[in-house]
């Protein structure tokens, strides 16, 4: 079986495999910007470490 | 589709997160915590010649990092349980982002054929980790605690800039067909370069460089295995998925 061909099996059509490859970018994205570029005193202070440590300008 | 892509980024994202956890106490966080000495004034560069049992009284010294406002940011307690905890919290939690974005790379990938299994998600993995670490550590190194540095938005802003652009570079190398993909793969990656990071054109960090060295260097170590064990594991998850 081709890998398109599984995608397609296990998601029945391109557009929702689609979908939901969008989705799951969107929220990793969007987990990445919380917790690491968000600028609220309180999500910076309890990521100040991890955020210094992953490389991400910190303040 | 949508609970394989989250279940395999979840479980690479916290197999990748808590080892990238480890390796922050075993090499990272001790020079954090030394940074912040300096950034605070109790440590002095050169005052002490780097014996920590010389403490200056924070107050009379705080004046030492030109232009540095105190007053917008604060740290955990040192070595406290809660802020500890927290790092290890929002560790877990970067690479479970990273997880998401991999792993729908690989749906991405695989709707457009590629086989992607252990081999290809170490590559991928070691792709993540030149995007997001890298090529944006090259323009702004990762920072010691103690380090004064440009705009804060302003390097926001080039740092996503230049993890989509190497993102696109590498993508144009690795599955690009055509010698012009290549040569538009190359003028992305080096782009950013070119331009340039927002810079203070001054150095006022107060802290010693070699502990600022070290740091950098410990930084991008860590992030290269635990982005390696994330392609990995992701990989290896997909391709299990794929056969079922």
Redesign the interface.
């Known amino acids: 079986m081709t890998t398109l061909a599984s995608v397609k099996k296990s998601s029945g059509t391109l557009a929702q495999a689609a979908g939901s490859i969008i989705a799951v970018m969107a929220i990793g994205v969007a987990l990445m910007f919380v917790a690491g570029h968000a600028q609220s005193a309180t999500l910076h202070d309890a990521a100040h470490d991890m955020r210094h440590a992953t490389g991400f300008p910190c303040h | 589709?949508?609970q394989?892509?989250?279940t395999g980024?979840v479980f690479a994202g916290c197999a990748a997160g808590l080892i990238a956890a480890l390796l922050?106490f075993s090499f990272?966080?001790a020079l954090?915590l030394t940074g912040e000495q300096y950034e605070s004034g109790a440590l002095t560069h050169f005052a002490g010649g780097g014996d920590h049992a010389v403490h200056a009284d924070a107050g009379e010294a705080s004046g030492e990092d030109a232009g540095h406002d105190h007053a917008?940011?604060?740290?955990?307690e040192s070595g406290g349980l809660a802020?500890d905890g927290?790092?290890v919290?929002?560790?877990v939690?970067?690479y479970?982002?990273?997880?998401?974005?991999?792993?729908?790379?690989f749906?991405?990938a695989?709707?457009f054929?590629?086989?992607i299994g252990a081999v290809q998600g170490l590559l991928w993995g070691i792709g993540g980790f030149a995007v997001f670490?890298l090529a944006?550590?090259m323009g702004?190194?990762?920072?010691?605690?103690g380090t004064v540095?440009a705009d804060?938005g302003a390097?926001?802003v080039w740092?996503w800039g230049t993890a989509l652009l190497t993102a696109a570079g590498l993508l144009g190398l690795g599955y690009g067909r055509k010698a012009w993909v290549f040569v538009l793969a190359g003028v992305a990656l080096a782009l950013p370069h070119v331009i340039g990071a927002p810079t203070l054109g001054e150095y006022y960090g107060s802290a010693p460089p070699e502990l600022g060295a070290a740091f950098a260097a410990r930084?991008?170590g860590?992030?290269l295995v635990a982005w390696a064990v994330l392609g990995w594991v992701a990989g290896s998850v997909w391709a299990r998925?794929?056969r079922v």
């Open positions: 589709m949508f394989r892509l989250v980024a922050h990272v966080q954090i917008t940011h604060k740290h955990g802020r927290l790092t919290l929002f560790t939690l970067i479970v982002a990273y997880g998401f974005i991999l792993i729908a790379g749906g991405a695989s709707t054929g590629a086989r670490q944006p550590a702004l190194a990762p920072e010691l605690p540095a804060l390097r926001q740092w930084v991008l860590v992030g998925g794929e």
